[in-house]
């Protein structure tokens, strides 16, 4: 998925909103998904999606190897989406 991602234009709306799913303790990953769909900035993790709508669809954990790291990426931009206007629906 994500070599067909890169080739995918990002898309940010102030209304938009982005389904995000089997997160499975990837961080690096995680945050790869949700620049592709404009929530995050690429290089530095944070909230850029401004208005926009997010839901974390559910499997945060298992199988990858940082379980506690997505929780708290996820945690923080949840508050980061909240203060620009967003949110991030967590689905755990």
């Not at 926009?52 to 940082?66: E, F, K, P, Y």
């Amino acid at each position: 998925m994500l070599a067909l991602s890169a080739l995918l234009p990002a898309y940010s709306h102030p209304s938009s909103v982005c389904a995000v799913g089997d997160l499975h303790g990837d961080l690096q990953h995680a945050l790869a998904a949700l620049a592709l769909c404009g929530a995050v900035d690429p290089e530095t993790g944070s909230w850029v999606g401004g208005a926009m709508t997010v839901v974390q669809t559910g499997d945060v954990l298992d199988r990858g190897n940082n379980s506690l790291g997505v929780l708290r990426a996820l945690w923080r931009l949840q508050a980061e989406a909240e203060a620009a206007g967003g949110e991030l629906v967590l689905l755990l």
